[in-house]
C-alpha cells in the first residue's frame, strides 16, 4: 500500500511528464483498499483513476487524489470452446495477451502490443486492427469509490462504443475496476481485413496463419509505425477517427479521391485522422518541443523537456487546421488533466 502526498507521477504517465498530485493512493490488494476509503474526504477530491498512465496528458499539477491499482494475478475456466480468462486490473495489458496466445486462445492478438493495463482496457475500450475491447469482455469487477461496495457488472451494462464507456464518462471517478474477464476462443479464425494485415503475411508467405503468427505480425506492423514511449514519450493514438453523416463523407471524398475510410453503418463513414492529419501537412512537424511522429501523424510526441501545456497547444493547432480543411472536428482520444 502507498499514500504518499505531493507525488511525482513522472513514471506514471508514458507522455513522460513530471507533474505532481497532491496524494497518490495505491493498492496491491482489495483488503488494503477497503480500510482508506472510508477515509477519503471531500478535501481529497477531486480523484483520478490511474492505470499506466499512457493514454494520458497532465497539462499541469493535478490537485486531487491520484488512484492506482497494482493488483497482480489471473485465472481462467474452460466451458467447452470457452476461456474465460479472469485478470487483475494492474496486470500489463500485453502480457496477458502473450499468455493468451501462448495457451492458444484467441480473441486478444489482434489487440497485441497496446501499451496499458487491464483496467484500462475496459475503461478504454482499446481497439486495434479491427478488433475492440469490448467484443471479448465478460464482465467487469469493481469497488464503489464512495461505499466500498463490490459490483460486477456485465459487458452489456458498461455503455460500450468506439473508445468510450461508462467508466469513462458518467462513471468516472466512481469505480475502482478490480478485475477484467475476457471471454476467448481454444479456435482461430483470424481477423485479416484491416489496415496491412494481410500484406504482411504475404510478404512471409502465409495464407492462414496461426494465432502465434497473427500475434507476431501485429507486433511488427505497430514497431514498425509507432515510436516506443520509453524513447520519444507519447500516447499512441492522440486522436480518434471521426465518424461522419455518409452525405459529408460523400461531398468531401468527391473533392478528395484518395480519401479513405471505412464504412460504421448505412449512415456513417469512419475517416481515418492519420490521412486528415497529414493531408494538412502535420506529418513530422514539430511546434518547440512537440511533435507530430514521422511515421504515424496520428501519434503526438514529446521531444524531450516538453511540457504538457505545448503538447495540448500541438493538440489544438491540429483541431483547428482539420477543421478549417475538411470541417471536421477532431476529437482527443487521450485523457487530457
Same mark, same amino acid.
Given at each position: 500500500?502507498?499514500?504518499?502526498?505531493?507525488?511525482?507521477?513522472?513514471? *506514471?504517465?508514458?507522455?513522460?511528464?513530471?507533474?505532481?498530485?497532491?496524494?497518490? @493512493?495505491?493498492?496491491?490488494?482489495?483488503? =488494503?483498499?477497503?480500510?482508506?476509503?472510508?477515509?477519503?474526504? !471531500?478535501? !481529497?477530491?477531486?480523484?483520478? @483513476?490511474?492505470?499506466?498512465?499512457?493514454?494520458?496528458?497532465?497539462?499541469?499539477?493535478? !490537485? $486531487?487524489?491520484?488512484? *492506482?491499482?497494482?493488483?497482480?494475478?489471473?485465472?481462467?475456466?474452460?466451458?467447452?470452446?470457452?476461456?474465460?480468462?479472469?485478470? %487483475?486490473?494492474?496486470?500489463?495489458?500485453?502480457?496477458? &495477451?502473450?499468455?493468451? &496466445?501462448?495457451?492458444?486462445?484467441?480473441?486478444?492478438?489482434?489487440?497485441?502490443?497496446?501499451?496499458?493495463?487491464?483496467?484500462?482496457?475496459?475503461?478504454?475500450?482499446?481497439?486495434?486492427?479491427?478488433?475492440?475491447?469490448?467484443?471479448?469482455?465478460?464482465?467487469?469487477?469493481?469497488? =464503489?469509490?464512495?461505499? $466500498?461496495?463490490?459490483?460486477?457488472? %456485465?459487458?452489456?451494462?458498461?455503455?460500450?462504443?468506439?473508445?468510450?464507456?461508462?467508466?469513462?464518462?458518467?462513471?468516472?471517478?466512481?469505480?475502482?475496476?478490480?478485475?477484467?474477464?475476457?471471454?476467448?476462443?481454444?479456435?482461430?479464425? /483470424?481477423?485479416? !481485413?484491416?489496415?496491412?494485415?494481410? =500484406?504482411?503475411?504475404?510478404?512471409?508467405?502465409?495464407?492462414?496463419?496461426?494465432?502465434?503468427?497473427?500475434? =507476431?505480425?501485429?507486433?511488427?506492423?505497430?514497431?514498425?509505425?509507432?515510436?516506443? /514511449?520509453?524513447?520519444?514519450?507519447?500516447?499512441?493514438?492522440?486522436?480518434?477517427? /471521426? &465518424? &461522419?453523416?455518409? %452525405?459529408?463523407?460523400?461531398?468531401?471524398?468527391?473533392?478528395?479521391?484518395?480519401?479513405?475510410?471505412?464504412?460504421?453503418?448505412?449512415?456513417?463513414?469512419?475517416?481515418? %485522422?492519420?490521412?486528415? @492529419?497529414?493531408?494538412?501537412?502535420?506529418?513530422?512537424?514539430?511546434?518547440?518541443?512537440?511533435?507530430?511522429?514521422?511515421?504515424?501523424?496520428?501519434?503526438?510526441?514529446?521531444?524531450?523537456?516538453?511540457?504538457?501545456?505545448?503538447?495540448?497547444?500541438?493538440?489544438?493547432?491540429?483541431?483547428?487546421?482539420?477543421?478549417?480543411?475538411?470541417?471536421?472536428?477532431?476529437?482527443?482520444?487521450?485523457? @487530457?488533466?
Amino acid at each position: 500500500m502507498k499514500d504518499i502526498r505531493n507525488y511525482s507521477l513522472l513514471g *506514471h504517465n508514458t507522455f513522460g511528464i513530471d507533474a505532481r498530485c497532491r496524494r497518490f @493512493i495505491e493498492f496491491s490488494s482489495e483488503e =488494503e483498499l477497503h480500510p482508506i476509503l472510508p477515509t477519503l474526504t !471531500d478535501a !481529497d477530491a477531486p480523484y483520478l @483513476i490511474l492505470g499506466a498512465g499512457s493514454n494520458l496528458l497532465l497539462t499541469k499539477d493535478y !490537485d $486531487g487524489t491520484v488512484i *492506482h491499482s497494482a493488483l497482480r494475478g489471473w485465472t481462467y475456466r474452460a466451458e467447452g470452446d470457452l476461456i474465460y480468462m479472469r485478470c %487483475a486490473s494492474g496486470e500489463n495489458w500485453d502480457e496477458m &495477451v502473450a499468455q493468451s &496466445v501462448a495457451h492458444g486462445w484467441s480473441g486478444m492478438e489482434n489487440l497485441s502490443l497496446i501499451p496499458g493495463e487491464v483496467g484500462a482496457s475496459a475503461v478504454q475500450n482499446i481497439g486495434a486492427y479491427g478488433a475492440e475491447a469490448k467484443d471479448i469482455i465478460e464482465s467487469i469487477e469493481a469497488v =464503489e469509490r464512495a461505499t $466500498g461496495k463490490n459490483i460486477v457488472f %456485465a459487458a452489456k451494462d458498461c455503455g460500450y462504443g468506439y473508445r468510450h464507456s461508462h467508466f469513462k464518462s458518467i462513471w468516472q471517478e466512481r469505480y475502482l475496476i478490480t478485475h477484467v474477464t475476457y471471454r476467448l476462443r481454444t479456435t482461430f479464425t /483470424p481477423q485479416l !481485413d484491416y489496415g496491412n494485415i494481410r =500484406e504482411e503475411l504475404r510478404k512471409k508467405g502465409i495464407s492462414s496463419p496461426t494465432l502465434a503468427q497473427m500475434r =507476431e505480425t501485429i507486433i511488427e506492423i505497430r514497431q514498425a509505425k509507432l515510436p516506443d /514511449p520509453a524513447v520519444e514519450g507519447n500516447a499512441g493514438s492522440f486522436f480518434t477517427n /471521426p &465518424v &461522419v453523416p455518409r %452525405a459529408q463523407y460523400e461531398r468531401l471524398a468527391s473533392q478528395h479521391l484518395s480519401m479513405p475510410h471505412y464504412s460504421v453503418d448505412d449512415e456513417h463513414e469512419k475517416i481515418p %485522422a492519420a490521412w486528415l @492529419i497529414e493531408q494538412c501537412g502535420w506529418k513530422g512537424r514539430s511546434l518547440g518541443r512537440a511533435g507530430v511522429h514521422h511515421r504515424q501523424p496520428l501519434v503526438l510526441v514529446n521531444r524531450g523537456g516538453a511540457s504538457g501545456s505545448e503538447i495540448l497547444h500541438l493538440c489544438r493547432e491540429i483541431q483547428n487546421d482539420v477543421q478549417k480543411h475538411f470541417g471536421i472536428n477532431l476529437l482527443p482520444e487521450v485523457n @487530457i488533466r
